[in-house]
Every structure is written in C-alpha cells, then in structure tokens.
C-alpha cells in the first residue's frame, strides 16, 4: 500500500471533522499556514506530559517561578550571576547529600577548575580516566556552583574523577577565550591520561563549549578525547520548531526569534559560520568528532538544535547518540530529585563507560 502524505490524509478526513465538530467551529479552531509554512494557531492548552513523573510535574511549578523572577538577559551581568549562583548553590549541596563527593579547588594550566571526587573513593576500573565538566550559564554566569550541579552526581554515580572548569566569560572575555582555558587544562591532562581515557562534557553553554572546545583541538593538532557529551546545547546555531513552540510549553509568551549565541557578549565581533563557534559549519571538522552524547527534553528551547546536531554528526560518520526525555525542559537533570534526572546521569556514566579507553 503507498503511502499517503499528509496534505492528501487531511484532504480525506477533514470533511468528516468539520461535519463532526461543525464547519464553522473547526474553521475557527483550524491552525492558520501561510505559503511558507508558517503556522498560526488559535489558543490551546497542552496538558503536561502523561510520560513524565508525578516529581517533575510538581518540580515544574517552581522552574515556572525560577524563569519568571529572574533578571532580564541583558541586564547587568552581576545580578544574574547572583540569581543562578544561588539557584544552583542550593542545587549542590542537595546534591551533596544525595550523592557524597569530595571537591578540592585546584588551578590547571593556570585555570581554575573543581576537582570532584566520589566520597566512596574512584573506582578501579575508572582510575586511569577522567572528566572533563564545562558548565552552562550562557557564558555569563555558571562558574563555582553551576559547575558542581553537573560535576557531583556523574562522580558520585560513575565512580570516576570529574574536572569542572571556570572557564573565562563575557562581559568581561571574549571568544576563544574559554575555548583556550579548556585547551589549557586538557594539556595538562594530557600529561597524566592518554587522549582516549579523556571525556569531556557540559550543559547549555557548557554543551556549546564542548562542540568548540574540541573544534579548537582540532585547529590546535591536539589529540582528541575518548568521547564528549553535548547536552541542551551543541554544535549548530539555536533553531528550528522548539526555538519558537518550547517557550510557550514553559509559560513564556510565544517567541518571534530565537537567542542567537552571536548576540551574547562573549561572542562579540564573531561570525557565526565561524566552525570554531559552531562545529557543524564544516563537514570536515565534524567528521573528525569523537562519540558524542546528546541530551534534551521536548519543552527545552534547544530540542531541534540537539536534534539536528545528531543528524548532521551522524551523516559525518560519527556515533553520535541522542536521548530525549518527553516533557523535560531546559537543563532539567540540574534538579537530582526526579527519576528523569536519575535516567540522565545513568545515561551519562554508561556512555563514557563504554567509550572511554577504545
């Protein structure tokens, strides 16, 4: 049987709707398509996702208030690094108690990182590798405790030494200035772990940055780590349908443009078709990308982004594994209380675990 495309399956049935519902009420509920493509829909209300778990539903309510009181983007930079630094130092020490770490302060390559260790000591399988974190923040804000939000429970759950970076940002720096600190303290790494035994990953920006950061080892004929993980952020510019649809899944008015990264401070003066900024600008470039892991969630503003970073990374020939958790929004495994995020960092651990050392 052929296949019937959707213009001829909404041919066939919408007859028997609007009889069904009345012509006038499905003419007046119908989404609007102009010729290119673009939808205009009357008012609806999506139901949160009957996949998700009764904790993320009720964790969704206070990430509703967390977007609602925070600073405008473009407002002074002090005052969202207050905000998020507060959000995510309660984050950590949560964490601290879910999942035991040992953190020691130590300066790599002239770059200030977090080394997190697991209380319980690193595992003997794991003690000739190590992680690379780079946390997120839309290079403004994130360093300290943002990084520990994703540094403690991949420790913790893989038994394994995780290096989070305070990488240099904007206002203050500007590219490639934390592409080169990343640089920095993978060389010194480099001295201890072969290349293969080395992982590298990071959220939001921190998922930006590890796109570049391995960009710039290429650029730099440094040797390149064992795996990597882009997770809400990755190797393309910020598009595509959840750009546009996951704000208004997270209480937000509808978006007319997505944020373009190029627009933040820390790129100033970029271009963005720059393959050092966004990785998937050269075939080439991508081609030569260790395994990567991408993680997002359907209300995250980066799901198409994520999506079509693992197209373009597989089409390179590159094993490139993409997990998506319905109903999840943006960075949604920095909250450790829900069985979503649990999944996610057992997702994390394995993945490393098979790739690193091969």
């Known amino acids: 049987m052929n296949p019937i495309s959707g213009k001829t399956f909404f041919r066939l049935v919408a007859p028997g709707i ?3 519902l009345g012509s006038q009420a499905f003419a007046a509920s119908a989404p609007r398509v102009d010729a290119q493509g673009n939808v205009g829909a009357p008012a609806l209300t999506v139901p949160f996702s009957s996949y998700a778990s009764p904790e993320a539903r009720k964790l969704f309510q206070r990430v509703l208030k967390e977007g609602r009181d925070a600073p405008p983007l473009n407002g002074p930079v002090a005052a969202n ?3 998020y630094d507060k959000i995510n130092t309660a984050r950590a020490k949560l964490m601290e108690r879910l999942y035991p770490v040992k953190i020691e302060r130590r300066v790599i390559g002239g770059v200030p990182t977090q080394v997190v260790t697991p209380k319980q000591g690193v595992a003997p399988d794991q003690r ?21 939000v994703e540094s403690i429970p991949v420790s913790s759950v893989g038994r394994i030494e995780v290096i989070t970076v305070d990488y ?49 080892f290429i650029h730099e004929n440094l040797p390149l780590p064992g795996a990597i993980g882009t997770f809400c952020g990755s190797v393309v510019e910020l598009s595509g349908d959840s750009a546009y649809v996951a704000p208004v899944l997270n209480g937000s008015p509808p978006s007319n443009a997505p944020l373009k990264l190029t627009d933040l401070p820390y790129f100033k003066g970029v271009r963005a078709k720059n393959p050092l900024v966004f990785p998937a600008n050269s075939r080439a470039v991508l081609a030569k990308f260790p395994p990567t892991l991408l993680i997002t969630g359907t209300r995250d503003f980066t799901m198409s982004s994520e999506i079509q970073s693992q197209r373009l990374l597989s089409d390179a020939g590159v094993d490139a594994e993409l997990h998506v958790w319905d109903g999840m929004w943006h960075s949604f495994f920095s909250d450790p209380g829900m069985p979503e995020s649990k999944e996610a960092y057992a997702v994390m651990v394995k993945f490393f675990d098979r790739h690193l050392g091969h």
């Open 18 to 20: 609007a009889l069904a």
């Open 168 to 216: 240099r940002q904007g206002p203050e720096h500007v590219f490639p200035a934390a592409s080169e600190d990343v640089a920095a303290v993978y060389r010194e790494l480099l001295k201890k772990y072969p290349a293969k035994n080395i992982g590298i990953y990071g959220c939001s920006a921190g998922g930006v940055l590890t796109g570049e950061a391995v960009a710039w």
């Open 81 to 83: 690094r207050a905000y």
């Open 128 to 148: 000739q590798r190590v992680l690379i974190n780079l946390h997120g923040g839309t290079f403004l804000w994130g360093a300290g405790s943002g990084g520990l």
